[in-house]
């Protein structure tokens, strides 16, 4: 079964960046397809990006331009940089392996961006 463990999050100014890392252990991610989820206090968790174990990806329209997802499977990580930070991407950034439903997930890293 697959450990995944967050960090990168923090406290940025609105415009600024940041580049969340997502490291696995105890199962290769790539045989997973591979996604960031994020939740904001009295929301529900939304997918923010994904990439497939082949390198397609995919992003939540509010995202798309500003964050890029990517994959290095040989050091078993998966990374989102986040750039153009607006007040409404602050959440908690869980990264998930295999699926919403059926995945394993991370416990989480706060990003807060705010002047």
């Known amino acids: 079964q697959v450990q995944l463990v967050e960090s990168g999050g923090g406290l940025v100014q609105p415009g600024g960046s940041l580049r969340l890392s997502c490291a696995a252990s105890?199962?290769?991610?790539?045989?997973?397809?591979m996604y960031w989820y994020r939740q904001a206090p009295g929301k529900q968790r939304e997918l923010v990006a994904g990439?497939?174990?082949?390198?397609?990806?995919n992003y939540q329209d509010s995202v798309k331009g500003r964050f890029t997802i990517s994959r290095d499977n040989a050091k078993n990580t998966v990374y989102l940089q986040m750039n153009s930070l607006k007040p409404e991407d602050t959440a908690v950034y869980y990264c998930?392996?295999?699926?919403?439903?059926?995945?394993?997930w991370g416990q989480g890293t706060q990003v807060t961006v705010s002047s």
């Open positions: 998930n392996a295999g699926g919403f439903q059926f995945g394993h």
């Open positions: 105890g199962s290769a991610i790539s045989i997973y397809a």
């Open positions: 990439i497939t174990n082949g390198g397609r990806t």
